[in-house]
């Protein structure tokens, strides 16, 4: 006990994805024992033995592990960094061995949709927020852990890499939590933010993939940048109707999570999201690309679901309509691009109603 | 009837173990106390100098004096006032021990406020107003239902006829044994106070301390069997900050000396008829700072006597106060306005006949007792062990460590009040007890808007006698498609059903329809031939409310 200031702290990362890995180096460069858990036994013993994980070189104070478990018996501070689409099926294996005093901040963008088998979703039963959870949600569905954040931002994990200057945002309800995230993570190249606006900022780093695969699309055809840029400029306008309409506020969207990680997946080959537009509009199919990426972008999936949403709550939403469209081979690309040139947007900005 | 009878044996027969006994004999000591912490946190979190908190203090209770006085304040309070501005007029700003007499008015102030709200709780009186309200209720029960010369001192029926404390009974005797018990019930009439008593004393509880509104003092004998249930009182009027941290500190520290406690988290009536949706965190918080203190100066933290939350939802046909709530709900006339006292129980005449009315007609009231709860809201077992969604074991302890050593936070604790409350709002929905009366209020109600489209709320409340009848075949075809409904949240638990719903639906109507707003001038809905009849819809939409956050309306 006494001896809290010469031991290092131990901090867990569950998830060895290229973000994933890229925080655990910024935990590790911090001082921090880090913790790394690999789920595949056999890329564990391949990153353990090559000290690479994701293209990114390991920071020697990194361990890497198979066993869950581990994680938190020997971690208060998580990190968990996996897929939306594996992180409840994660999580439950979790939580019998979480406590209530563990601090998680997860930094996975995209929904949990959970359906129960019972159900079908119908025009008379719609899907909702009911089916719907952001991350922080499903921690706290399925765990006894109230101290939640998230990491949002433009943190494209190669950049991080080679150590690029860089922020992000941590958000909680709870203090303790942001200032653990930036005593944790905070150094001279990586600034940390602060919100209280959980649901907020996870809904920013969610709903920016949307927009990102339709930026893709306008540079895959080619359409320059003055295109990309009033594509960009009404995708955030949607970002905050369908945010709101699910639980955010505005401010949110306008900040470092919104605006910001919004500016760096739409203009950067590096973002998976922008990937998968750029190479529909070369004319890929799109079980071609997913086949053929490592990582999974969350921005297909993230369509599928905010398209059924946006039906239920009645939420005007022409890029993310066409989208789906496009990815369901409903329209072409051309006929998109045609339709959203001529579709009648209302007033330029109209959310920041004066309060 | 055939309702089997249920005796609960006194958890604690020796009275002179009853925490709130202890407490009464050590008054002095306790109120001392509660002056000395609730002085040391206002200082350290005091927002301005401690001069201009107390001369924000006399202001607003110079206001209050003024707008709004009562019957049962301190003859001497202006004077008191006066007093105090004088003296801290008196004190030279030069002076060196000016901080020093500006601290002891604070502490002198803390002092009587402790004083003001500590309850004066005296074991014979309490035994004397139990058994009047026991025994009392009971004769006029039988005197009114049973027939004869005889009958009132006929032990046929008792005031557990009338009353029914269902739900998690045993569970909250368990958990009174394990630790402290904080009971947070709806609050829908002024009746509620002197009903929970009652409950509590018939489930073998030992008395709970009791935050009560001071506007009940008003009234004689309320104000008798209050002071007697061992109630403390809660001053609404009273929104100044040195206030309020006196009350939260006596309420936390009789929690922390395992007096078990009760208050209404809504803060005050349900002025619209519906089931809370919102609650006041002041004195909730109580709760998770006294488990927390315990914890901190416990020599063994896993062994430390933990505090219980415990839901009850209380259900009327008929709520005496109803058409002055809704009116007042329906004006809203601004935010900051005095509570206004002359309702249907400000006086001690209307009480009693309404007592009578209440005991010679039929119309009966569940008390519905919720699973306890640790402070997060988690469920607890009969032993009192908390578990999370999926059954895992949660030591409360974790929630308050931050590298393994318990810590206060003050801004955890203030998002730790949110979960709870939220989780309270929750159990309210599922214990709420629905009767035939709310559901037929319910249904006309709704029928009214519907066929109505155009109208808004308030234009719906003004419609005309023509148009406020209804078609009793329609009515009965949509009653059985929202009981229907009802029925199937009820299997899910997510909400509970009166016995008399379970009746063909005929039967059911004649029932709601016979019972609800039983007592007003005006009932609210009546059958006459094969049309349903709104006569009042204040009152109506009041009872409507009732069934409000299932969202029932898609099925009508």
């Given at each position: 006990?006494?001896?809290k200031?010469?031991?290092?702290?131990?901090?867990?990362?569950?998830?060895?994805?290229?973000?994933?890995?890229?925080?655990?180096?910024?935990?590790?460069?911090?001082?921090?024992?880090?913790?790394?858990?690999?789920?595949?036994?056999?890329?564990?013993?391949?990153?353990?033995?090559?000290?690479?994980?994701?293209?990114?070189?390991?920071?020697?104070?990194?361990?890497?592990?198979?066993?869950?478990?581990?994680?938190?018996?020997?971690?208060?501070?998580?990190?968990?960094?996996?897929?939306?689409?594996?992180?409840?099926?994660?999580?439950?294996?979790?939580?019998p061995?979480?406590?209530?005093?563990?601090?998680l901040?997860?930094?996975?963008?995209?929904?949990d949709?959970?359906?129960?088998?019972?159900?079908?979703?119908?025009?008379?039963?719609?899907?909702?927020?009911?089916?719907?959870?952001?991350?922080?949600?499903?921690?706290?569905?399925?765990?006894?852990?109230?101290?939640?954040?998230?990491?949002?931002?433009?943190?494209?994990?190669?950049?991080?890499?080679?150590?690029?200057?860089?922020?992000?945002?941590?958000?909680?309800?709870?203090?303790?939590?942001?200032?653990?995230?930036?005593?944790?993570?905070?150094?001279?190249?990586?600034?940390?933010?602060?919100?209280?606006?959980l649901?907020?900022?996870?809904?920013?780093?969610?709903?920016?993939?949307?927009?990102?695969?339709?930026?893709?699309?306008?540079?895959?055809?080619?359409?320059?940048?003055?295109?990309?840029?009033?594509?960009?400029?009404?995708?955030?306008?949607?970002?905050?109707?369908?945010?709101?309409?699910?639980?955010?506020?505005?401010?949110?969207?306008?900040?470092?999570?919104?605006?910001?990680?919004?500016?760096?997946?739409?203009?950067?080959n590096?973002?998976?999201?922008?990937?998968?537009?750029?190479?529909?509009?070369?004319?890929?199919?799109?079980?071609?690309?997913?086949?053929?990426?490592?990582?999974?972008?969350?921005?297909?999936?993230?369509?599928?679901?905010?398209?059924?949403?946006?039906?239920?709550?009645?939420?005007?939403?022409?890029?993310?309509?066409?989208?789906?469209?496009?990815?369901?081979?409903?329209?072409?690309i051309?006929?998109?691009?045609?339709?959203?040139?001529?579709?009648?947007?209302?007033?330029?900005?109209?959310?920041?109603?004066?309060? | 009837?055939?309702?089997?009878?249920?005796?609960?044996?006194?958890?604690?027969?020796?009275?002179?173990?009853?925490?709130?006994?202890?407490?009464?004999?050590?008054?002095?000591?306790?109120?001392?106390?509660?002056?000395n912490?609730?002085?040391?946190?206002?200082?350290?979190?005091?927002?301005?100098?401690?001069r201009?908190?107390?001369?924000?203090?006399i202001?607003?209770?110079k206001?209050?004096?003024?707008?709004?006085?009562?019957?049962?304040d301190?003859?001497?309070?202006?004077?008191?006032?006066?007093?105090?501005?004088?003296?801290?007029?008196?004190?030279?700003p030069?002076?060196?021990?000016?901080d020093?007499?500006?601290?002891?008015?604070?502490?002198?102030?803390?002092?009587?406020?402790?004083?003001?709200?500590?309850?004066?709780?005296?074991k014979?009186?309490?035994?004397?107003?139990?058994?009047?309200?026991?025994?009392?209720?009971?004769?006029?029960l039988?005197?009114?239902?049973?027939?004869?010369?005889?009958?009132?001192?006929?032990?046929?029926?008792?005031?557990?006829?009338?009353?029914?404390?269902?739900?998690?009974?045993?569970?909250?005797?368990?958990?009174?044994?394990?630790?402290?018990?904080?009971?947070?019930?709806?609050?829908?009439s002024?009746?509620?106070?002197i009903?929970?008593?009652?409950?509590?004393?018939?489930?073998g509880?030992?008395?709970?301390?009791?935050?009560?509104?001071?506007?009940?003092?008003?009234?004689?004998?309320?104000?008798?069997?209050?002071?007697?249930?061992?109630?403390?009182?809660?001053?609404?009027?009273?929104?100044n900050?040195?206030?309020?941290?006196?009350?939260?500190?006596?309420?936390?520290?009789?929690?922390?000396?395992?007096?078990?406690?009760?208050?209404?988290?809504?803060?005050?009536?349900?002025?619209?008829?519906?089931?809370?949706?919102?609650?006041?965190?002041?004195?909730?918080?109580?709760?998770?700072?006294?488990?927390?203190?315990?914890?901190?100066?416990?020599?063994?933290?896993?062994?430390?006597?933990?505090?219980?939350?415990?839901?009850?939802?209380?259900?009327?046909?008929?709520?005496?106060?109803?058409?002055?709530?809704?009116?007042?709900?329906?004006?809203?006339?601004?935010?900051?306005?005095?509570?206004?006292?002359?309702?249907?129980?400000?006086?001690?005449?209307?009480?009693?006949?309404?007592m009578?009315?209440?005991?010679?007609?039929?119309?009966?009231?569940?008390?519905?007792?919720?699973?306890?709860?640790?402070i997060?809201?988690?469920?607890?077992?009969?032993?009192?062990?908390?578990?999370?969604?999926?059954?895992?074991?949660?030591?409360?302890?974790d929630y308050?460590?931050?590298?393994?050593?318990?810590?206060?936070?003050?801004?955890?604790?203030?998002?730790?009040?949110?979960?709870?409350?939220?989780?309270?709002?929750?159990?309210?929905?599922?214990y709420?007890r629905?009767?035939?009366?709310?559901?037929?209020?319910?249904?006309a109600?709704?029928?009214?808007?519907?066929?109505?489209?155009?109208?808004?709320?308030?234009h719906?409340?003004?419609?005309?006698?023509?148009?406020?009848?209804?078609?009793?075949?329609?009515f009965?075809?949509?009653?059985?498609?929202?009981?229907?409904?009802?029925?199937?949240?009820?299997?899910?638990?997510?909400?509970?059903?009166?016995?008399?719903?379970?009746?063909?639906?005929?039967?059911?109507?004649?029932?709601?329809?016979?019972?609800?707003?039983?007592?007003?001038?005006?009932?609210?809905l009546?059958?006459?031939?094969?049309?349903?009849?709104v006569?009042?819809?204040?009152?109506?939409?009041?009872?409507?409310?009732?069934?409000?956050?299932?969202?029932?309306?898609?099925?009508?």
């Amino acid at each position: 006990m006494g001896s809290k200031n010469t031991s290092k702290e131990i901090v867990g990362v569950i998830g060895a994805g290229s973000f994933g890995t890229a925080v655990a180096n910024i935990l590790a460069e911090n001082e921090s024992q880090v913790i790394l858990y690999v789920r595949d036994p056999e890329k564990t013993k391949t990153i353990t033995k090559e000290r690479v994980s994701s293209g990114q070189k390991l920071h020697e104070n990194i361990e890497v592990t198979n066993n869950l478990e581990e994680i938190p018996s020997k971690c208060e501070v998580i990190f968990p960094m996996v897929p939306s689409a594996n992180f409840r099926d994660m999580v439950i294996k979790l939580a019998p061995h979480l406590r209530p005093y563990h601090v998680l901040i997860h930094g996975t963008k995209g929904f949990d949709l959970f359906v129960p088998k019972q159900q079908k979703i119908t025009s008379n039963n719609p899907l909702t927020r009911e089916h719907v959870k952001t991350i922080s949600e499903v921690i706290k569905e399925e765990t006894s852990v109230l101290r939640v954040g998230c990491l949002a931002g433009p943190n494209l994990a190669r950049e991080l890499d080679q150590r690029k200057p860089a922020a992000t945002v941590v958000a909680s309800h709870f203090d303790e939590v942001i200032k653990t995230g930036q005593r944790l993570l905070k150094n001279d190249r990586f600034m940390i933010y602060g919100s209280r606006d959980l649901i907020g900022i996870e809904l920013c780093g969610i709903l920016k993939n949307i927009i990102a695969v339709g930026a893709g699309t306008i540079a895959g055809m080619d359409l320059g940048e003055n295109a990309k840029s009033l594509f960009i400029s009404r995708g955030l306008v949607e970002m905050v109707y369908i945010g709101k309409a699910l639980g955010g506020n505005a401010q949110a969207f306008l900040g470092l999570a919104g605006v910001g990680d919004l500016i760096a997946t739409c203009t950067s080959n590096l973002s998976r999201n922008f990937t998968v537009g750029y190479r529909l509009a070369k004319g890929e199919t799109l079980n071609e690309i997913i086949d053929s990426m490592e990582e999974v972008a969350e921005g297909v999936k993230t369509i599928n679901i905010v398209n059924q949403l946006a039906e239920s709550y009645k939420v005007r939403c022409p890029i993310t309509e066409t989208l789906y469209k496009i990815i369901h081979d409903e329209m072409t690309i051309q006929e998109a691009h045609g339709y959203l040139m001529n579709f009648p947007f209302r007033a330029e900005i109209d959310f920041l109603d004066a309060q | 009837m055939g309702r089997k009878k249920v005796r609960y044996s006194e958890i604690v027969p020796d009275k002179s173990e009853w925490p709130i006994v202890k407490l009464s004999r050590n008054r002095k000591t306790f109120i001392e106390e509660v002056t000395n912490e609730a002085y040391d946190h206002f200082l350290s979190n005091k927002r301005g100098t401690i001069r201009e908190e107390i001369e924000m203090t006399i202001h607003r209770e110079k206001l209050r004096m003024k707008a709004n006085p009562w019957k049962v304040d301190p003859p001497d309070e202006k004077v008191y006032w006066k007093n105090v501005q004088a003296r801290l007029l008196d004190i030279n700003p030069d002076d060196k021990d000016r901080d020093q007499q500006e601290k002891e008015i604070l502490k002198e102030i803390i002092l009587r406020y402790s004083e003001e709200i500590s309850g004066n709780f005296k074991k014979s009186a309490y035994r004397f107003a139990q058994s009047f309200v026991t025994f009392g209720f009971a004769r006029l029960l039988n005197a009114a239902r049973v027939k004869g010369l005889l009958s009132l001192f006929s032990r046929q029926l008792d005031i557990d006829d009338k009353l029914h404390v269902i739900g998690e009974t045993e569970h909250i005797r368990n958990l009174a044994k394990k630790g402290t018990v904080v009971m947070v019930p709806t609050h829908f009439s002024n009746l509620d106070s002197i009903l929970i008593g009652w409950a509590i004393h018939y489930l073998g509880l030992p008395p709970f301390i009791y935050g009560a509104g001071l506007n009940l003092f008003n009234i004689k004998i309320l104000a008798y069997f209050m002071n007697s249930l061992g109630a403390y009182k809660v001053d609404r009027r009273k929104k100044n900050p040195i206030y309020l941290e006196t009350l939260k500190t006596y309420s936390r520290n009789a929690m922390k000396r395992g007096c078990h406690s009760l208050f209404f988290p809504g803060g005050t009536r349900s002025r619209s008829g519906e089931i809370e949706s919102s609650l006041k965190v002041g004195l909730l918080s109580t709760a998770i700072e006294a488990q927390r203190e315990l914890y901190l100066n416990a020599d063994d933290p896993d062994n430390v006597r933990k505090v219980f939350i415990v839901p009850v939802v209380i259900n009327y046909h008929f709520t005496l106060e109803a058409p002055s709530l809704i009116k007042e709900h329906l004006k809203r006339t601004g935010r900051e306005r005095y509570y206004v006292e002359a309702d249907e129980f400000s006086t001690s005449y209307k009480l009693s006949t309404f007592m009578f009315k209440f005991f010679t007609k039929g119309s009966d009231i569940s008390v519905n007792v919720g699973k306890g709860m640790d402070i997060l809201g988690n469920y607890v077992d009969d032993e009192g062990n908390s578990f999370d969604k999926n059954g895992n074991p949660i030591n409360v302890k974790d929630y308050f460590l931050r590298d393994k050593k318990i810590t206060f936070d003050a801004q955890r604790e203030n998002e730790y009040v949110r979960v709870l409350a939220k989780r309270v709002v929750e159990e309210y929905h599922k214990y709420n007890r629905v009767f035939a009366s709310h559901l037929v209020a319910y249904t006309a109600f709704k029928m009214l808007e519907r066929q109505n489209p155009k109208l808004d709320l308030y234009h719906v409340l003004r419609l005309p006698d023509e148009d406020l009848e209804l078609d009793y075949e329609e009515f009965k075809a949509k009653y059985k498609k929202l009981r229907t409904r009802i029925e199937k949240l009820h299997k899910k638990g997510l909400v509970d059903m009166a016995d008399h719903m379970k009746e063909r639906a005929t039967d059911s109507i004649a029932h709601g329809l016979a019972n609800v707003g039983l007592y007003h001038d005006q009932r609210p809905l009546i059958k006459k031939k094969d049309k349903i009849i709104v006569q009042d819809t204040n009152t109506l939409y009041y009872y409507h409310n009732r069934m409000n956050g299932y969202g029932l309306e898609k099925y009508i």
